[in-house]
């Protein structure tokens, strides 16, 4: 058994292309041809999620999409499937056998920020234990994977990459770092929003977080 922590990848990531793409979108609307440079065209971006805060124009943030790779627990891979706008590929708990010499012949389990040190982490690391012995026990009376995965419980890790528009992507952002968030579901996602508002602040620079004790925008 191993026990690691949340992280994320960005996969294909074009910052000048996609800008570029979303200007190009916007501007066909004007008829007002391209711009110059990328930081012109950031700028204009920048504008349009501004121009009329009661009815911003994002439909250009839809012809740019973003692939992120969420290394997470089964238990944040279920809320985050929920958002319909989206394509998700995720880990087969069916088709992943866990005992194979590939998967480390170990089942992989998300720390868990909410248990402290000492008794509460003990007891959650036997659980854990009792996890994997239950799993691999199924697996030894021959039942198949698709049975012994009943076994696992939303600790355990899992792998699934999220392709979304630029305009779904600030719809998720918003609601999954915002302080009604699940706690672990904010650990997934706010390093996700704070690596893009370095990386494209045009597009979520205005995107706040809950950073635990209040709503911040940096
Ligand atoms: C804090 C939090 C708590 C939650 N708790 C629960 C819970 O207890 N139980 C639960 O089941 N879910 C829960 N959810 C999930 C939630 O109900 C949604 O399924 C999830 O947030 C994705 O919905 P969405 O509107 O954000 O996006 P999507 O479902 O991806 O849709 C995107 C947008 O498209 C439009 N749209 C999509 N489909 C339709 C449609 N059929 N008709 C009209 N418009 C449509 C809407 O404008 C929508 O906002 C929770 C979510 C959050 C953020």
Known sequence: ??????????????????????????????????????????????????????NPHMSPFEHSSLSVIFITNRGVSHELVRHRMMSPNQESSRYCCYERDRFGKEVIFIRDSAIPEGFML???????????????????????????????????????????NYREWRHILKLRCSKEAHYQMREAMIPVL???????????????????NEVVYD
């Open 1 to 54: 058994m191993k026990v690691i922590d949340q992280s994320f990848e960005i996969d294909h990531f074009e910052p000048e292309e996609d800008i570029r793409r979303i200007t190009r979108a916007a501007r066909i609307c004007y008829k007002s041809g391209d711009l110059a440079t990328h930081e012109e065209r950031c700028k204009f971006v920048s504008r349009l999620k501004k121009r009329n805060p009661d």
């Open 122 to 164: 003990e007891e959650w690391l036997s659980e854990c234990e009792n996890v994997e012995r239950n799993y691999f026990n199924r697996l030894k009376l021959g039942c198949s994977t698709d049975t012994a995965r009943n076994a696992l419980t939303n600790d355990v890790k899992t792998e699934l990459i999220i392709t979304a």
């Open 194 to 212: 704070k690596h893009l508002k370095k990386e494209l602040p045009c597009i979520f620079d205005d995107i706040p977080y809950w950073n635990g």
